[in-house]
């Protein structure tokens, strides 16, 4: 019987100008399928992988709004570290 983790989450703000748009999304992408289990991205109870440019981009998050990042995997920790790395930079732009 395998043992069971607790999510991990945390609040993030899209704060680049553009919001989260193709490339930042790529990027996100990009690092959440490095995850050993899921990655989400979560905007007002519509819950998405982030590993999925398409399912990133339905979210359509513009500057300012409140995402919640989550993790299935504690070991996972350093992928979501640098995902909200991402976004404290404002991805770059």
Request: net charge positive; glycine share 6%; no cysteine.
């Amino acid at each position: 019987m395998g043992i069971l983790h607790k999510a991990l989450s945390k609040q993030i703000i899209i704060q680049n100008e553009l919001g989260l748009h193709a490339r930042p999304a790529a990027r996100i992408a990009e690092i959440a399928r490095t995850a050993k289990k899921k990655v989400w991205l979560i905007k007002d109870g519509e819950k998405v992988d982030a590993g999925s440019i398409i399912d990133l981009l339905t979210l359509a998050a513009f500057k300012n709004t409140r995402l919640s990042l989550q993790i299935d995997d504690p070991a996972d920790l350093p992928v979501m570290e640098r995902i909200v790395a991402l976004f404290e930079n404002g991805f770059g732009e």
